[in-house]
């Protein structure tokens, strides 16, 4: 057996038990080198988490289906290999980081791989500090792992499968879950391993702007290796990225918008555009940017009372953690709101204070004329309405009917109410036609969007969204993010909680960045916006776009405001 | 939000071996499941309490303290009309209220001995002392990994609560029957959520080498000492002095002649 490439993947078909219809891969051919590092991109559904799973066994180990085709990982056949014994070979992290830790502090968390192999116990605590040390853990050996904020939680996973010491790290979507610096945090690590030994390093990944580090980026769609290689070349054929629905990177699609060139060199990241920029002789029309500018102070005027209104809001735990630390804000309606913020920040205590889920330690909330402490949920319940970021969390009738229509009957609306509610939420969400499915069955795109629809048919003025667009791909961030746009445009006030950076600078109007329980920033998005290093210190990153014309001394927000903007075309 | 019984602390209770904690736990659920009477089951309360404080973790009884009070409430109740006695004032009787508070002190007495074994104990010693008194690493570890899984099905249905009241569930309100079906909006989300975590957690634990061989070694090195040595005794020298009293029906009627209506022997 050959042992020179890491993972042979050859033909390999799989389709899920239960699934009979659809093969989740078709025939995938792939070879890893030693010490490649490979990202692999795809909207939903593509089979990337498929393939993760068959080159450590869990499929067909642990979920169950037709396989076919063979994946050799380090010479080892991996059916019929027990997960266990790949674990030597290849380690797995997956992106749900609170269900893959279950110790009770770091040391143990990473010394149960190691264990598990029976590696005498002078050598796990050698492995320990080796490995805290790459994951840039040291001084938490004894922290309990539920202590941890999100990003250092995925670092513990990954260290906790590094300690085994196996040659390849396969990485599942580990930065979905992440705020922006929690992310580079895992990107990081990744380029540390990478070059730092002979890793072979395998990663799923949506972020099309950190893919930009690996050697070779696999795109897949709908079970098929659609395109591989040079990152810097598949990343720059905007055309294709466009296509198979994974995000485009921003700088390029601008210039090849704007230049209308097919194969032209384009530059990837804001540095190598505003070298381009300035090359191409354009220039930003000011007289166009003050339009948009008195665009956006005409949409402020226009906003009606205040409806809800945050007074010295302080929030303490029963465990003494000060999670919300003298925040006061007045939001108008018709604001659309973002709110940002690190893992961990207070943003979510925040907003659960919206529609009374929590009472404030000290201070008060007033949402449409009525103060928090004094009505229940319920009642509230009929001004604001808040969608849980989990919409499993949620989700329980055998039909979308019964799903959305729960909160109408429940409010005691007539069955033709409760008919003409459900239908207008569904219209809403673009779910028209689907009252009879069973909402399990739906894609998580969908479900979110049910989610949705079963808080809108209470009719609420405001809706709370928490991470909207998290766990979806980017076509199904587009979509969610067009129907809360459509529901702002129809009257609605938004707050929406995000770590989807583009989001906020495409759609929302306003933005409070929180950082450790207290307002750092809150103005209009374009402002906030401009103030880069500031955002970076509370852990935020500005898509590269924002970057770029931040740098010629503008902020846009959007590749259409840039396009629209940019002067000096030949 | 912290939904694990285990406080991180380093005091007396928590160096001992948890074979010496096993041991001090079983004992205490002996001398409550032998007794039928309040002054030894009060003592026996007593002696647990003094070992929890000595481990500084009685801040914890106040997280179960519902618990504590509803099982104390319920028997007390429930006993005082179900046991027949002679001295009754409307559908209560006396011989009913003692024997409640002799069941609720029994019940509590168990609870309080597990809470100081969990607050005490790391999981993984929990595993690793079961190891070590020779259950199979397999057995040791589901049954640690179900002390485990509480906290993350806490968590996963105050979350599902929360979303389900925002949209209006009101669980307070109607008749038992309402209520019950109130739960339905519950239960399925928990349901789905759980199965799904806990799948992960098994594809987590297996891509880590569980079950490789049988051959682990351990990182947590357990060692006897004197201590654990003393409390053994201890503990033991108390249980087989309860025995004497059980069992010796002289000393036995002295004990019971220090309060002659708490024994229902």
Redesign the interface.
């Known amino acids: 057996m050959s042992s020179d490439k890491a993972i042979e993947v050859k033909g390999l078909t799989f389709t899920y038990k239960g699934d009979d219809e659809t093969q989740a891969v078709k025939g995938i051919d792939l070879d890893v080198e030693r010490g490649e590092f490979v990202v692999i991109m795809g909207p939903s559904g593509a089979g990337k988490s498929t393939l993760a799973?068959s080159m450590?066994g869990?499929i067909p180990?642990?979920m169950k289906g037709k396989y076919g085709g063979s994946v050799l990982v380090n010479g080892h056949e991996v059916k019929g290999t027990?997960?266990?014994?790949m674990?030597?070979e290849i380690?797995?992290v997956?992106q749900?980081f609170?269900?893959?830790l279950?110790?009770?502090?770091v040391?143990?968390e990473i010394?149960?791989?190691?264990?598990?192999?029976?590696?005498?116990?002078d050598e796990?605590?050698q492995r320990?500090e080796k490995v805290l040390k790459t994951v840039k853990l040291e001084g938490f050996e004894?922290r309990?792992p539920?202590?941890l904020s999100g990003g250092q939680k995925q670092r513990l996973?990954i260290g906790?499968?590094l300690a085994?010491y196996p040659d390849i790290i396969c990485m599942d979507e580990p930065t979905t879950d992440l705020d922006p610096v929690g992310k580079l945090g895992i990107f990081t690590i990744a380029k540390e391993l990478h070059e730092s030994s002979d890793f072979t390093l395998v990663i799923i990944e949506h972020e099309t702007e950190e893919a930009l580090h690996a050697d070779r980026v696999v795109v897949m769609k709908d079970g098929e290796i659609l395109r591989q290689g040079n990152p810097l070349e598949v990343l720059r054929e905007v055309r294709f990225t466009d296509e198979v629905g994974i995000m485009s990177l921003q700088i390029p699609k601008y210039f090849k918008e704007l230049l209308n060139c097919e194969n032209c060199d384009l530059p990837l990241n804001p540095e190598d555009g505003y070298k381009f920029f300035q090359q191409q002789g354009l220039k930003i029309d000011q007289g166009k940017y003050d339009q948009l500018v008195s665009r956006d102070e005409e949409r402020r005027n226009g906003y009606g009372e205040v409806v809800l209104s945050v007074e010295d809001l302080v929030h303490v735990?029963p465990?003494g953690n000060r999670a919300v630390d003298g925040i006061s804000m007045d939001i108008r309606e018709r604001e659309f709101v973002a709110i940002l913020g690190h893992n961990g920040s207070g943003k979510t205590t925040l907003v659960?204070h919206f529609?009374g889920?929590l009472a404030p330690t000290e201070g008060n909330i007033t949402v449409g004329g009525k103060n928090t402490r004094e009505h229940?949920?319920?009642e509230i319940?009929k001004e604001i309405?808040?969608v849980?970021q989990?919409p499993?969390?949620?989700?329980?009738?055998d039909t979308v009917f019964d799903e959305i229509a729960?909160?109408p009957k429940?409010?005691g609306s007539s069955e033709e109410e409760v008919k003409e509610r459900v239908s207008e939420a569904l219209d809403a969400v673009e779910l028209a036609g689907y009252e009879e499915k069973d909402p399990?069955s739906l894609s998580k795109g969908e479900r979110q969007r049910v989610a949705v629809a079963?808080?809108l048919s209470?009719r609420p003025k405001i809706i709370v969204l928490d991470e909207p667009t998290t766990g979806l791909d980017y076509k199904e961030q587009k979509r969610m993010m067009e129907l809360i746009k459509k529901l702002n445009d129809s009257g609605h006030t938004i707050i929406m909680i995000t770590h989807t950076m583009w989001v906020v600078s495409e759609y929302a109007h306003r933005v409070a960045a929180i950082k450790d329980g207290k307002i750092m920033m809150d103005g209009p998005t374009r402002e906030v916006f401009a103030r880069e290093k500031e955002l970076y210190d509370s852990y935020l990153k500005t898509p590269h776009i924002v970057s770029l014309s931040n740098m010629l001394d503008r902020t846009v927000l959007s590749i259409e405001e840039m396009k629209f903007c940019t002067g000096g075309l030949q | 939000m912290d939904m694990f019984l285990y406080m991180d602390l380093n005091t007396y209770v928590h160096r001992l071996d948890p074979r010496t904690k096993l041991l001090l736990m079983f004992l205490s659920f002996a001398v409550g499941v032998m007794y039928k009477n309040i002054v030894m089951l009060v003592a026996a309360l007593v002696l647990v309490l003094i070992y929890g404080g000595m481990g500084h973790i009685l801040s914890n009884l106040k997280r179960i303290k519902v618990v504590l009070i509803m099982i104390t409430l319920f028997s007390v109740v429930i006993w005082s009309i179900a046991q027949s006695g002679e001295t009754r004032f409307l559908i209560f009787t006396l011989e009913g209220v003692l024997y409640g508070i002799m069941i609720a002190i029994k019940t509590n007495l168990m609870i309080v001995a597990g809470m100081v074994f969990l607050s005490t104990t790391k999981i993984e010693e929990i595993a690793e002392g079961l190891v070590k008194i020779k259950v199979p690493y397999r057995g040791a570890f589901a049954f640690s990994t179900a002390i485990r899984l509480v906290p993350m099905i806490v968590a996963t249905s105050y979350t599902i609560i929360q979303a389900q009241k925002s949209r209006g569930l009101d669980l307070e309100s109607g008749s038992l029957f309402e209520k019950i079906k109130k739960y339905v909006p519950l239960m399925i989300p928990t349901l789905v959520s759980v199965i799904r975590g806990t799948n992960v957690f098994s594809m987590a634990l297996e891509s880590k080498g569980f079950g490789y061989s049988n051959n682990r070694s351990n990182f947590l090195q357990l060692k006897m000492s004197g201590h654990d040595y003393l409390m053994m005794l201890i503990g033991l020298t108390i249980v087989a002095v309860a025995s004497y009293l059980k069992f010796d029906p002289t000393a036995y009627n002295t004990l019971i002649n220090l309060f002659p209506w708490g024994d229902f022997a």
């Open positions: 799973n450590n869990l180990g642990f027990p997960v266990s014994r674990a030597k380690g797995l997956f749900d609170e269900a893959q279950f110790s009770t502090n040391n143990l010394a149960f791989g190691p264990e598990n192999f029976g590696v005498p116990r796990i605590v320990i004894n309990q539920a202590t996973a906790s499968v085994t735990y465990n659960k529609n889920l229940s949920i319920f319940g309405g808040y849980f989990n499993d969390h949620q989700i329980f009738a729960f909160s429940i409010r399990f079963s808080v209470a």
